[in-house]
């Protein structure tokens, strides 16, 4: 081997070595040494809240309920489950109301005779009514958050709250005791965040709207006699539409129904009433003389109903004008001879919701004629003033009980205090 080869691998060990020396260093340098830490992303930005439109739907346990005036009725007995290999049920075993439930949508489809529509079941077809209570126009709610959005809470600001309040009709009264308790609270917690402000506004309006009132329907026989309602109302509030939708819910309850055709003022009242009776196989008591005294007729609806042993008796009136003294005077007439006969269990006043102060106004006359029990609440759509509701109420000391959603044969739903609160201010 010549001297330079010798030279060249002396160069390539001495090479080998230092790079191995330096490889060993770095790997020191980097076990020992403090780690930095990995950069920490920022927090990501708070997503402002915003506001669409409202939308009002009852909760999936809301339902019109229709025991009122009927007997308690004992409590099932608790069904033990079969063992997991039995597949049949005994033949003398009462089913559980598990099994009714999971045979709703079978017995919906089940035809019918023919000719004769099976309405959806009211528990069924409750939660899944989608109408709008408020649009993105909605002054009530937002003219409320608007006015308490800012970040001092002078007199100009509850002064704004008073007259967004009373716009919406909630009257002189709820608005006050509405302004007087966000004022308490404001006193004792100091400077609420707008999440607590609307929390308490929440509050305060649900206390308002009464979430406590009984709102069943007198839809169970009482005793040995059927149940009486009595449906009144102005013009043009879809007094009959809403006598002929709550017969479809009574029947969807397998209630048996008579409807009595009493508005014999209006032309072509008593067909469009017999026509929603027709759909559901519900017979229709009415004369066949235009005209004709509407006491006779209810008087009839009700013997009929009697006599056939009937659950409920649906009476429909004329719609009377609220200032015609004398069509007052003939109302009372009617609940008078119906009361010859059988009481009244239920007096349903139908308003339309957008009417505001002037469906109050019907609301106080009304009341003087009849016993009214419960308020129906038409055209509760965007340009509603939700704040008929609490007037009402609390006027006449009588809840909102029913409310017609839209034009579906199908959509009167029950009123849900905590779902009407909700949709005005979500």
Sequence with gaps: MSGVDQLWEILVIITVVVLAGLGLLVGYLRGGGKKSAPPVAPPPAREAKTRGANTYKPSSTATIDTGKGGAPQPPAPQQEEPPAAETATPADQAPTEADLAAAEPALAEAPAEPGIERPESARGRMTRLRSRLAGSNNALGKGLLSALSGDRLDDAVWEEVEDTLLGADLGVAATTEIVDGLKRRVQVEGAPSSEQLERWLHEELLAQVGPDMDRRIAGTRVGDRPAVIMVVGVNGTGKTTTVGKLARVL?????????????????????????????????????????????????????????????????????????????????????????????????????????????????????????????????????????????????????????????????????????????VLD
């Design 251 to 423: 029947v969807a309850e397998d209630k048996d129904v008579i409807l009595g055709a009493a508005d014999t003022f209006r032309a072509a009242a008593a067909d469009q009433l017999e026509t929603w009776g027709a759909r559901v196989g519900v017979p229709t008591v009415r004369s066949d003389k235009e005209g004709a005294d509407p006491a006779a007729v209810a008087f009839d609806a009700v013997k009929a109903g009697a006599e056939g042993e009937v659950d409920v008796v649906l009476i429909d009136t004329a719609g009377r004008l609220h200032n015609k003294v004398g069509l007052m005077d003939e109302l009372a007439k009617v609940k008078r001879v119906i009361e010859k006969q059988s009481p009244i269990d239920e007096c349903l006043l139908v308003l339309d919701a957008t009417t505001g102060q002037n469906g109050m106004r019907q609301a106080e006359i009304f009341a003087q004629a009849v016993d009214v029990t419960g308020v129906v609440l038409t055209k509760l759509d965007g340009t509603a003033k939700g704040g008929i509701v609490v007037l009402v109420q609390r006027e006449l000391g009588v809840p909102v009980k029913l409310v017609g959603l839209g034009e579906g044969a199908d959509d009167l739903a029950p009123f849900d205090p905590e779902a009407f609160v909700n949709a």
